[in-house]
Structures are given as structure tokens and as C-alpha cells.
């Protein structure tokens, strides 16, 4: 596997855009972390709080590592984990004072948690009028669904997502990874960010830092924010999109093809200029030449004539003769990659996305690189995902409290 430099934690890094931000992480799992990971890869500072004994139970998802999930070393990298039993006054009060000195607050419980722990925005805000909050949930903090359990998946088909996905007739599919949760964590971080900038716009005598704000994220409406023309659609005609499996209901020709080594390829041939190169790729100059297919939907009206021609053609040669083709054609194309085709592809390497962190016990592990980039503060890989309250004492410090004070939590289980 092609990687970049290996990385530690010692290692010297940019200090990023969001150098100096100072971020506390309520909320476990997914959508929460990762709103906060992506904060933390371009500098700020993220303080994690999570329950003591077992944390946060993403330490333990999936495949683990010496008894961690290697899924943990992505979502917490440049993270600091403070060990809180939130369920007790002197935790709650720490909270506190954490918030009233941090920039952001990000939490994922569903609603009503934080109102019940004195930790919601009444208190907080009040405290620390800049704050920004954000509050990611299944439905959102009002609503008649408000009290629900929301997770991802829910999200996804109630959002419209699941109802698209998969083989006409046949059992709705996931995307195969937790989509619902990804989205709304990004929304989060735009409104994260978005806030941030009114924060600054909003500096006066009466709020010398600005003003913060709730941002209400809402896993469903992240999923239906990016559902295109469906309610549109569905107003305009009363039009119902139903799943297409690996076809693009009226954008045509776009689909996946069989080829002879039993590979697919993605072919994306529905520009008009792209139509026409594509046709006479395949050897179809008939087709590039009828006045009826110059336009979208001319080709939409015939599109299963035309995935019949691209089939034919793609049958007769393997994935790679195919894209080699269309490539020379200049016809978006493609194969479908697996992690191995990934974690071996050159250009998944020369962008920087395959690195190596070195553990704690001296292996290197493989992880994502940093997205967006940016040419002059670039995200970067200050630490490793911490051990469950690695840094508690630390932070209990560095808010004020003795080394009596924090034995005393210690010893009755309310930090860890």
C-alpha cells in the first residue's frame, strides 16, 4: 500500500485555521465526534467528554486492536478525552465551567438531556453569552418527533434517502456506511462555522466576544437537504421518484456496466458533448449523429436502447479496456473500488488520503488523510485518539482544581 510519511504525536505540525478554538464534545458515536474531528483536524482544540469506565461505545464498533477499535483512531485523532459521569452535580458543574470558557459546544443527545443536567442552552449562553452550541439530533429540538430516538439509518429513510436506494421491487438498501450521521455532522460544522463569523460580526461594548447561538441539526433534514429535485418534483407533478438501482432516473446515458471479466464500470456520458464522444467510442456513430439524442431528453426517451448499445460494447471487454477507451475518449468513466483498490491507488496517495499514524505500542495503522485541502492552513495530525480519560487530570487542572480536589473525584467515580 502506497502511503505518505509516517506520523506520530510528536511530530510538528501546522497549527490550522482553527487554532485556538476551544471545543467541548458532548455525545458519543457518530454524528457528535465527527462534527468535532473535523474541527479538531484544522486546529481546534477538542476536549472530549465521555462516561467513565467504558466511554464512548465507538471504542469498541467494529474491528478492534488490542482490544480498540481501529475506527476510534480516525474519529478522536486530535482529541483529548476528559472522563465525566454526567449524571452527577460535580460533573455537571465541571461542564460548566468548561463551557463558559470554550468557543463551541457540540452535542448529540437526544433533546431534553442537557436541559435535564442544567447543561442547555438557557444555562450555558447565559454564562457565556459567545458561545456557540451545536445540537445534533434524530428530529430536531422542536417538533412533534422531537422525543424520539433518531439514529442514522431512521434518518435516512425518513429523509428519502433509503426509498432511492437499491433494485427497483426489491428491499430498500443502506449506502453501506452511516451516511444520515456523516451529513448531518458536516451541516453541523457549516453551521458551526457560519455562527463562528456572525460571532465575530456581532464584537461590541455589550458582548466583547460577539454573540454565540444554537445551531439545530436535525439528522433527517440533513439527509433531505441533499435529496435534489424530489419535493419539487413531487409539487410540480405529483411525481414520485422511485429507485433505479445503479442508473440516474432522467439523466441519460449514466449506469454501471458489466464487462467481461465480470467487473463493472461507471460510465457517465450524459453531456451532450460527452454523448457524442462517448458513441463514437463505442462505435456508434449513428447514434452521435441522430438529431433526436443531441439532448437530454431525447436520450432519456430512449435510454434503455442506449444502455443496451454501452452493455453490448462493455460485454466484449474487461474493465480496464473499457476505461482505457473512454478515458483516450475523454468520457467520464470509472471503476467500482474496494478499500484494497484504495488503499493501492496512486492518486489516493499523491493527494495525501493514505497516511500512517504510529501507535502507542510502535505499529503504524493506515487512516484517511484531511479533507478539504487548504493551501496555507492545511488540517494535520497533532495527536492519536486518546485512551479513555487520558487527559482528565490535565484539564481538571488547567481549570483550577487541586490535585486533592480531583483525588476526591477520583475516589467517588465521578471522573475517570
Same mark, same amino acid.
Given at each position: 500500500?502506497?502511503?505518505?510519511?509516517?506520523?506520530?504525536?510528536?511530530?510538528?505540525?501546522?497549527?490550522?485555521?482553527?487554532?485556538?478554538?476551544?471545543?467541548?464534545?458532548?455525545?458519543?458515536?457518530?454524528?457528535?465526534?465527527?462534527?468535532?474531528?473535523?474541527?479538531?483536524?484544522?486546529?481546534?482544540?477538542?476536549?472530549?467528554?465521555?462516561?467513565?469506565?467504558?466511554?464512548?461505545?465507538?471504542?469498541?464498533?467494529?474491528?478492534?486492536?488490542?482490544?480498540?477499535?481501529?475506527?476510534?483512531?480516525?474519529?478522536? /485523532?486530535?482529541?483529548?478525552?476528559?472522563?465525566?459521569?454526567?449524571?452527577?452535580?460535580?460533573?455537571?458543574?465541571?461542564? /460548566?465551567?468548561?463551557?463558559?470558557?470554550?468557543?463551541?459546544?457540540?452535542?448529540?443527545? =437526544?433533546?431534553?438531556?442537557?436541559?435535564?443536567?442544567?447543561?442547555?442552552?438557557?444555562?450555558?449562553?447565559?454564562?457565556?453569552?459567545?458561545?456557540?452550541?451545536?445540537?445534533?439530533?434524530?428530529?430536531?429540538?422542536?417538533?412533534? $418527533? &422531537?422525543?424520539?430516538?433518531?439514529?442514522?439509518?431512521?434518518?435516512?429513510?425518513?429523509?428519502?434517502?433509503?426509498?432511492?436506494?437499491?433494485?427497483?421491487?426489491?428491499?430498500?438498501? /443502506?449506502? +453501506?456506511?452511516?451516511?444520515?450521521?456523516?451529513?448531518?455532522?458536516?451541516?453541523?460544522?457549516?453551521?458551526?462555522?457560519?455562527?463562528?463569523?456572525?460571532?465575530?460580526?456581532?464584537?461590541?461594548?455589550?458582548?466583547?466576544?460577539? /454573540?454565540?447561538?444554537?445551531?439545530?441539526?436535525?439528522?433527517?433534514?440533513?439527509?433531505?437537504?441533499?435529496?435534489?429535485?424530489?419535493?419539487?418534483?413531487? +409539487?410540480?407533478?405529483?411525481?414520485?421518484?422511485?429507485?433505479?438501482?445503479?442508473?440516474?432516473? +432522467?439523466?441519460?446515458?449514466?449506469?454501471? $456496466?458489466?464487462?467481461?471479466?465480470?467487473?463493472?464500470?461507471?460510465?457517465?456520458?450524459?453531456?451532450?458533448?460527452?454523448? &457524442?464522444?462517448?458513441?463514437?467510442?463505442?462505435?456508434?456513430?449513428?447514434?452521435?449523429?441522430?438529431?433526436?439524442?443531441?439532448?437530454?431528453?431525447?436520450?432519456?426517451?430512449?435510454?434503455?436502447?442506449?444502455?443496451?448499445?454501452? +452493455?453490448?460494447?462493455?460485454?466484449?471487454?474487461?474493465?480496464?479496456?473499457?476505461?482505457?477507451?473512454?478515458?483516450?475518449?475523454?468520457?467520464?468513466?470509472?471503476?467500482?473500488?474496494?478499500?484494497?483498490?484504495?488503499?493501492?491507488?496512486?492518486? $489516493?496517495?499523491? =493527494?495525501?488520503?493514505?497516511?500512517?499514524?504510529?501507535?502507542?505500542?510502535?505499529?503504524?495503522?493506515?487512516?484517511?488523510?484531511?479533507?478539504?485541502?487548504?493551501?496555507?492552513?492545511?488540517?494535520?495530525?497533532?495527536?492519536?485518539?486518546?485512551?479513555?480519560?487520558?487527559?482528565?487530570?490535565?484539564?481538571?487542572?488547567?481549570?483550577?482544581?487541586?490535585?486533592?480536589?480531583?483525588?476526591?473525584?477520583?475516589?467517588?467515580?465521578?471522573?475517570?
Amino acid at each position: 500500500m502506497t502511503t505518505t510519511a509516517s506520523t506520530n504525536t510528536a511530530s510538528a505540525s501546522p497549527a490550522g485555521p482553527l487554532a485556538g478554538l476551544k471545543v467541548i464534545e458532548l455525545g458519543q458515536l457518530i454524528a457528535g465526534p465527527f462534527a468535532a474531528r473535523t474541527l479538531a483536524d484544522f486546529g481546534a482544540e477538542v476536549i472530549k467528554i465521555e462516561p467513565p469506565g467504558a466511554g464512548d461505545p465507538l471504542r469498541t464498533w467494529r474491528l478492534l486492536k488490542d482490544g480498540t477499535s481501529v475506527w476510534w483512531q480516525v474519529q478522536s /485523532r486530535n482529541k483529548r478525552s476528559l472522563a465525566l459521569d454526567l449524571r452527577e452535580a460535580e460533573a455537571q458543574a465541571i461542564v /460548566r465551567q468548561l463551557a463558559a470558557e470554550a468557543d463551541v459546544l457540540i452535542e448529540n443527545f =437526544r433533546p431534553g438531556a442537557m436541559e435535564g443536567w442544567g447543561l442547555g442552552p438557557d444555562e450555558l449562553l447565559a454564562a457565556n453569552p459567545a458561545l456557540v452550541m451545536l445540537r445534533i439530533s434524530g428530529y430536531g429540538q422542536t417538533g412533534p $418527533y &422531537r422525543d424520539r430516538p433518531g439514529f442514522g439509518v431512521v434518518a435516512e429513510a425518513m429523509g428519502g434517502l433509503r426509498h432511492l436506494t437499491g433494485e427497483p421491487g426489491r428491499v430498500p438498501v /443502506r449506502v +453501506g456506511v452511516s451516511i444520515g450521521d456523516t451529513l448531518a455532522s458536516l451541516h453541523g460544522v457549516i453551521g458551526v462555522l457560519m455562527a463562528m463569523q456572525h460571532r465575530h460580526a456581532t464584537v461590541s461594548a455589550e458582548f466583547p466576544r460577539g /454573540r454565540g447561538q444554537v445551531v439545530d441539526v436535525a439528522l433527517y433534514e440533513a439527509v433531505f437537504n441533499c435529496m435534489e429535485s424530489l419535493l419539487p418534483e413531487y +409539487g410540480a407533478f405529483g411525481a414520485v421518484r422511485e429507485a433505479a438501482g445503479s442508473a440516474l432516473p +432522467g439523466i441519460a446515458p449514466t449506469n454501471a $456496466y458489466r464487462c467481461a471479466d465480470g467487473g463493472y464500470a461507471i460510465v457517465a456520458g450524459n453531456g451532450d458533448s460527452i454523448f &457524442r464522444r462517448l458513441m463514437e467510442c463505442i462505435g456508434r456513430p449513428d447514434l452521435a449523429a441522430d438529431p433526436a439524442l443531441a439532448g437530454n431528453t431525447g436520450r432519456v426517451a430512449q435510454v434503455e436502447m442506449l444502455d443496451a448499445a454501452i +452493455g453490448d460494447w462493455a460485454a466484449q471487454r474487461t474493465v480496464s479496456q473499457v476505461l482505457a477507451a473512454l478515458d483516450a475518449a475523454h468520457v467520464p468513466a470509472g471503476r467500482i473500488y474496494t478499500i484494497a483498490d484504495i488503499a493501492a491507488d496512486p492518486h $489516493y496517495a499523491a =493527494r495525501g488520503m493514505l497516511q500512517q499514524v504510529r501507535m502507542s505500542d510502535g505499529s503504524d495503522l493506515a487512516v484517511p488523510g484531511f479533507v478539504p485541502k487548504l493551501s496555507l492552513t492545511p488540517a494535520s495530525h497533532r495527536r492519536n485518539a486518546p485512551a479513555l480519560g487520558a487527559d482528565t487530570d490535565a484539564v481538571l487542572k488547567e481549570i483550577g482544581l487541586s490535585t486533592q480536589q480531583i483525588a476526591a473525584l477520583h475516589e467517588r467515580g465521578i471522573v475517570g
